[in-house]
C-alpha cells in the first residue's frame, strides 16, 4: 500500500507492507481521502515526528475488512476521527477528554495518508458516521476540523446573538466563523491577507483588514455599542493577534486560544485582571463535538463548499508546501477512487 511517509524536510511517498485485520477487533478502510490539517502542517515544519512517520487524521473512507458489532459493513462509507477518551479519568470527568491519557494514545494506523488504515472497534462505535449519498468527499473531510471549532464554539458558553470576532481568516478561522454562525452568534472576521478577507465577505462573514489596529479597533467597537465584542476566537498563531484580542473584546469579555504562537508570549496578567477576562484554550473534540460536526455537515447547515483543494497522493508535497505559502485554503488529499 502507499503511504506518504516525514523523511527529514520532505514527505515522500513510499510502498508499505499491505495491513490486514488478521483477526483483530476493528476494521481495515480503503482511504479515499484525507484532508491536510494545520496540526500536520506544525508537526512536519518543526519536525515533531520521527522519520517514517504517516501524518493525516482526516479521513473519509470505504469498509474493506471488519470484525466488530458497531453495525457497519464491508462496502459502506464512513467518516472518522482519530482520539478516543476513556470517559473514567479525572479528565474525561471534567470535561477535559483531549487531556485524557487514553485519548492522546489512541490513533488511527498509520495515518490518513495511506492506502488503507487500521481502525479499532473503539473508532467505530463512538467517532465514525456513515456518509450520506448527498455530501461530497471533500465536504465531509471538515468532520474532524469542524469538531475542534465546535468544542471551542462549546466552551466559550455564549449567549445567543452576542458579538464574536474570529482573528484570522484561513480554512479554521473560515470554518469557524461558519460553525458560530450556525449556533446563532453575531460574527466578524479580520485578517491580514486580502484574499482570505475577500473570501470570508463570499461566505457572508462580515471581515475586515485588522493590520491598522487604530482604525480596527474603533470600527469594531462601533458595531458592538462601543464596548467590544463579547469574544474573540484566536485561530491566527501570529504573536500580534494578541494585541488585536486584547484591543476588541470587551470588559469581561472572553478570549478563546485556538493556535500556538511562535513566540509564546502568552497573555498580559493586568489586562486580565482589571477588564476581568477569560482567556480559556480549546484543543481537540470529544465524541460529542463530533456528533454535532457531522450533524451540521450533513444538514447542510455550515457551509464548506469553495474552501478545498484536491491533490493526489502522488502530489502531497505540493499540497504541503501550498498551504504553508498561503496559496490555498485547505487542501484534500485524494487516495483511492471510490
Ligand atoms: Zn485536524
Ligand atoms: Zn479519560
Redesign the pocket.
Known sequence: MKAAQVYNDKIVVNTLKDIQLEGRKGAIVKVLGCGLCGSDIVKFKHKIVHNGAVLGHEIVAEILEINSDSGFKIGDKIVSSHHI????????KHGN?SM????KQTNIFPGGFCEKVYLSDEHLKNVAYLIPKDITEEEISFYEPLGCCIRAIKRCNLSKGDSVLVVGLGSIGLLMAEGLKAYGYNVFGCDLIPERIELAKNMSIEAFNSRNLEDFEPLIKSKTEGLGVDAVFMTSGADKAIDVALKTVRQGGKILVFSSTPLNNGYPNNEIYYKELTVLGSYSPSPADLKNSYELLVSRKVNVKNLTTVYPLDKIQQAFDDTISNKIFKAYIKISQK
Do not use: L, R, S
Not at 477518551?85 to 474525561?92: A, D, I, L, N, V
Open positions: 477518551p476513556c470517559g473514567k479519568c479525572k479528565f474525561c477528554v485524557c491519557e487514553h485519548f
